[in-house]
């Protein structure tokens, strides 16, 4: 996994079908935080993790950024580029989420086929 912490990223966030994701900027790319996308669909962490690292495209892509927190505390993130998103969302195993996300999990991954 690749770190970008030379530099501190700028925070933003975007609507990523219907949804607001914390997103990160580094050199003109956007990477979305996964951690907090796992923990509102209600999925396990550690699972997802293990499930990008064995995975060559996500496992090449992923990146670990440090940004300072509301408490000013620095935190590392764990982050996809933003046009990897869906191809992750593809891979959740939607019987394993809780509704109504799992028919936003649907929808995204049915919408994009």
């Known amino acids: 996994m690749n770190s970008l912490a030379q530099t501190t990223p ?3 966030t975007v609507t990523f079908h219907g949804h607001d994701l914390i997103t ?3 050199e003109g790319e ?3 935080a996964l ?3 796992v923990e509102a669909i209600s999925i396990d962490w550690k ?3 293990n499930r990008i690292q064995r995975d060559d495209v996500l496992k090449s892509t992923v990146v670990i950024m440090t ?3 509301a408490d000013g505390k620095n935190r590392e993130l764990v982050c996809l580029p933003l046009k990897y998103l869906n191809g992750w969302l593809f891979g959740i ?3 394993r989420i809780k509704r109504p996300i799992s028919e936003w999990v649907i929808h995204t991954d049915e919408s994009l086929r």
């Open 10 to 12: 700028a925070v933003a």
């Open 30 to 32: 956007t990477f979305a």
């Open 24 to 26: 990160l900027q580094h």
């Open 93 to 95: 195993d939607t019987a």
């Open 47 to 49: 699972s997802q993790y």
């Open 35 to 37: 951690r907090p996308i």
């Open 67 to 69: 940004t300072v927190a």
